[in-house]
């Protein structure tokens, strides 16, 4: 009886769309919902509202010019694609062990500083829009100052352009360890706070767990990397699994979860913000001193001196600056560990000033791509806090 | 049953400047104080709680009054703007619905106490506009009303965001609207009364003022009471990330600000039922009502002294309802919210059930008591 | 030294309290009740005495009160003028190159005394990515990133397209920063 009479209804799924402009979707990504009520009948994503033609400008400019772009796609790490584009440069060039101690030491610096960044943004705007204002600001507040170091050292917030082919752009300003010691005693401060508020809090447990969860093997057959690989349990890290930079010399945990839903992402999180201060003091005790730059005229910048005393190093400035910097035939792909996952530039040169092909392997496309996959069957609200721990990032995802 | 007390007493003149005064008080506190000042506190209380200035940018003459100057120019903004219905709207419905929403939260203040009873020149002043012997049931007949004005604001607007939202809120206050019932039922059973005048009286002694008697029926009443005001962390119906703005997406203008009213003079009222039934209404703890007048008659003579307790016990609520409202707001911008199904899980399955729990329970030891 | 995997505690314990969700909004509101009054107090003691070190809130009353910003900051790109009058830039033109956004352009020319200047020299600001490669690029520390954040944009894109004389800064004004250059950026101990 019961059953007729859903029969004789006429009921038809709502079709909703969610995004482009929508509070959720920051980023500017669409979803096509089809709703059962409230829950998610079918999903489809729709990504490229913020694609810029990356790629396209880097093969237009020198190898060193670049870098601002690079800035522009995760923009909150950016010292972190800064550095994934330098050291694929410098693995075509060939020059990558003879890059000074101290640059090695400060680039790790500025990743880590880039991810806690990151992270502080990710899990502010993910619990923002779960509704938990002043959550929101406390970690906000957090990556305020976290932005202060990066400005004191780039000389941007955001657009850091920090990182140069053979070295850096500049040497850690005066005071630096004090400053960073005093940043990271308030952020532990907010970070208890956020985790007071957060962690226990039934409300946000039962938004967070067991929602939005995925599988190991789906996460692997989905090209998942990062805390979202990690949250499902998958003991993968490129900073362990291919050390790159100083990270083979400094001892730290990488967080792992369990079942892949987002409460592991969200720990998984919290916890790697720890860790990063942890990587970031151990650094600072162990930065030599010395150059910041390779000594190869033909990659770097001469000094004011050399520019005026000899002719070489002027004509070196002008041809690396004009032409710029000569590298050899070949491609080359260098992983590094974004803050959402395995983050690396393929690059092709033919010889000569420019890039031939420069291709970013962005890690949040492969996780946007699971968004239909792991919220089908949900419900809507569902949509938010997965949306929020995959951490779309357009600039990055859409290039 | 009803007993027509609440109508003009023979003495006709003196009760209707009364009644006259007491409803401009009333008006005056909600619509000309409360629901803009609610506006720049709410403002002002989250920029504090979360390490900011809050608005100050509002000026005249270079006076800047903390901010609180940006309550006229939201009120002129809001009044200048365009006011803008869709297309396929349902003109009339979208016409009624933020109207729905805001009277009855003005109107469900008649019943409640915001006083006591004072001799003034012969004349028995009741501070209260309406003394129903049903008021509790009142307030809860209102107070469903202002449901209809979300539901139809959020179907007349031909938005599936809307519709959602006007959805989620017949759902919720639905739920709620059981539980709290029985919430308070506890309470009516310990005073005998559902005149909130008469468990104003009773709570004169600190001791037995609601929260002491009714500790799990005040967190209950509150559960629902946060969940009828559709705010964090029950404000699934108007949950910005998810369904933009809920059941008032498409309206602009001073009608969206009706909407935006009614949340806040819901507050106020929300605060005044919780003071009035848990927090001894007007009443200062340790000094009782008569007490007062009579200490005040000492000092200035028997009328003025009424006065002058008569005001004293109008500051005391105002202030309780006052520190109420901060405290809501307090948990308003410190909690994240719950998804739709959990809010009637909780609804349903933990507060109704231990509503029901209270009432036996309190049944129990009036028994034992008696 | 080096890098372990380790698994989050997921399996965080609820108590009666914390499931009947009452603990858990009281602690919340109390952390968050803890900054709305000490705010409170230092916001009202700062107003009272007037020093707004005293309010210990981050956010500032922007347009009164200047943030500091620090040594490497790229602001407002500006040519420098020497000392006795000329402009430092000879026109090589390696800021037109080095700019990746492709904002400058030169025309170059020359005194009578044979020494080369920039005829024109047009900087649009609209198109400005602030990534200071032209500061680098400089051979001659004639362009540099100043501190100057303010007045950066305007209601009108051909009000933004910067002229030589809209560009040029005394040297003497820009002191700070060519010492920070010639530190940090162009010092041979970098090599």
């Known amino acids: 009886m019961e059953d007729k009479n859903q029969l004789d209804l006429n009921t038809e799924l709502m079709v909703l769309n969610m995004g482009p402009s929508h509070p959720a979707t920051h980023g500017t990504v669409r979803f096509f919902l089809k709703l059962d009520g409230e829950k998610i009948v079918h999903m489809e994503t729709e990504i490229g509202y913020l694609h810029r033609g990356f790629e396209k400008h880097c093969e237009n400019g020198t190898w060193t010019q670049a870098f601002p772009y690079t800035d522009r796609l995760n923009y909150c790490s950016a010292p972190q694609n800064n550095v994934a584009y330098a050291l694929a440069v410098e693995k075509l060039l060939g020059v990558t062990d003879k890059i000074p101690a101290r640059a090695v030491y400060i680039r790790t610096i500025m990743c880590e500083l880039a991810r806690m960044a990151d992270h502080y943004t990710n899990l502010a705007a993910g619990t923002l829009e779960l509704g938990a204002l002043t959550a929101f600001i406390y970690f906000v507040e957090a990556r305020e100052l976290t932005w202060d170091i990066i ?23 005066e005071g630096f360890a004090g400053h960073v010691k005093s940043v990271f005693a308030k952020n532990r401060v907010f970070w208890s706070e956020f985790d007071k508020l957060l962690t226990h809090n039934r409300i946000f447990l039962d938004r967070m767990r067991d929602t939005g969860a995925i599988s190991r093997e789906d996460a692997i057959s989905f090209a998942f990397t990062g805390p979202c690989l990690r949250a499902a349990g998958v003991e993968y890290d490129v900073r362990k699994a291919s050390p790159y930079l100083a990270y083979r010399e400094v001892d730290f945990d990488i967080p792992v979860g369990t079942t892949g839903d987002n409460f592991d992402r969200y720990l998984v999180r919290m916890e790697e913000i720890n860790q990063s201060m942890r990587i970031v003091e151990q650094c600072l005790s162990l930065l030599p001193s010395g150059p910041i730059n390779i000594n190869d005229a033909s990659v770097r910048n001469p000094s004011k001196e050399d520019g005026h005393t000899y002719m070489e190093s002027m004509i070196f400035h002008f041809k690396n600056t004009i032409e710029g910097i000569q590298v050899p035939k070949g491609e080359s792909y260098v992983p590094t560990e974004g803050t959402n996952g395995e983050l690396g530039f393929y690059l092709v ?20 791509q699971a968004m239909g996959h792991m919220c089908t069957g949900s419900y809507l609200a569902d949509i938010i806090p997965t949306f929020d721990m995959i951490n779309l990032i357009g600039g990055e995802c859409d290039r | 049953m009803f007993d027509y007390t609440y109508l003009p007493s023979p003495n006709l003149l003196p009760s209707l400047v009364e009644m006259m005064l007491k409803i401009i008080f009333i008006c005056t506190m909600n619509m000309a104080v409360f629901a803009p000042v609610l506006g720049w506190v709410e403002r002002k209380q989250s920029a504090l709680m979360q390490d900011r200035i809050g608005a100050n ?70 501070l209260v506009i309406a003394d129903l012997n049903v008021g509790m049931l009142y307030i809860f007949a209102v107070a469903s009303l202002s449901t209809y004005g979300a539901v139809i604001g959020g179907w007349a607007s031909n938005n599936s965001w809307s519709l959602l939202g006007g959805l989620r809120v017949g759902a919720q206050m639905l739920s709620y609207e059981v539980a709290m019932g029985l919430t308070l039922v506890g309470v009516f059973m310990v005073y005998g009364s559902l005149q909130l005048t008469t468990i104003g009286m009773a709570q004169e002694n600190f001791f037995h003022w609601g929260i002491f008697l009714q500790p799990l029926g005040f967190i209950l009443f509150i559960t629902c009471a946060l969940a009828e005001n559709k705010r964090t962390p029950f404000d699934i119906p108007e949950a910005e990330s998810e369904l933009i703005a809920g059941y008032f997406t498409e309206y602009s203008g001073l009608k969206f600000a009706m909407f935006w009213m009614s949340e806040f003079l819901e507050m106020v009222t929300i605060s005044a039922v919780l003071v009035a039934l848990f927090f001894g209404g007007w009443q200062i703890p340790f000094i009782s009502h008569q007490g007062l007048i009579d200490a005040m008659g000492h000092l200035f003579g028997p009328n003025f002294g009424a006065i002058v307790a008569m005001l004293i016990h109008v500051v005391v609520f105002w202030v309780k309802v006052i520190s109420w409202i901060v405290i809501l707001m307090l948990i308003r911008w410190s909690l994240p919210r719950f998804r739709f199904d959990q809010v009637m899980r909780l609804g349903w399955k933990i507060v109704l059930p231990l509503a029901l729990a209270n009432i036996v329970v309190t049944g129990f030891i009036l028994l034992a008591v008696r | 030294m080096a890098a372990n995997y380790k698994k989050v505690n997921r399996g965080v314990k609820l108590t009666l309290w914390e499931r009947l969700y009452v603990m858990e909004v009281v602690r919340g509101v109390t952390i968050t009740a803890r900054h709305f ?109 100043t501190h100057n954040y303010e007045g950066l944009v305007e209601y009108d894109r051909r009000l933004m397209l910067y002229d030589k004389e809209a560009l040029l800064v005394p040297e003497d004004k820009l002191k700070g920063r060519l010492d920070y250059i010639r530190r940090r950026m162009y010092n041979k101990c970098n090599y």
């Open chain 2, 57 to 126: 940018r509002a000026e005249i003459f270079g006076f800047t009054v903390f901010g609180l100057l940006h309550v006229a120019t939201d009120a002129l903004k809001l009044l200048f703007k365009e006011d803008f219905i869709p297309r396929g709207a349902d003109r009339p419905l979208h016409y009624l619905a933020p109207f729905i929403a805001v009277v009855p939260a003005l109107v469900a203040f008649a019943v409640i106490p915001f006083g006591g009873k004072y001799m003034l020149w012969g004349h028995e002043a009741n």
């Open chain 1, 151 to 173: 400005e004191s050292v780039c000389g941007a917030r955001l657009t850091s352009n920090y990182i140069r082919v053979g070295g850096l752009a500049s040497d850690l300003p």
């Open chain 1, 349 to 368: 040169s033919q010889g000569g000033g420019k890039p031939w092909k420069c291709r970013v392997r962005p890690p949040c496309f492969a996780l946007t």
């Open chain 3, 37 to 145: 009054f000490r705010n409170w107090v230092s916001t009202f003691r700062s107003y009272v005495s007037g020093n707004p070190a005293e309010r210990g809130i981050m956010t500032i009353y922007y347009p009164e009160e200047k943030p500091v910003v620090p040594e490497a900051y790229r602001g407002r790109p500006m040519l420098v003028r020497a000392m006795d009058g000329k402009e430092k830039c000879v026109a090589c033109g390696l800021c037109e190159v080095a700019c990746p956004a492709k904002c400058i352009s030169i025309v170059g020319a020359m005194r009578p005394d044979g020494t080369r200047y920039p005829e024109t020299y047009t900087l649009d600001g609209a198109v400005c990515i602030f990534c200071g490669l032209c500061e680098e690029a400089c051979p001659e520390e004639a362009i540099v990133m």
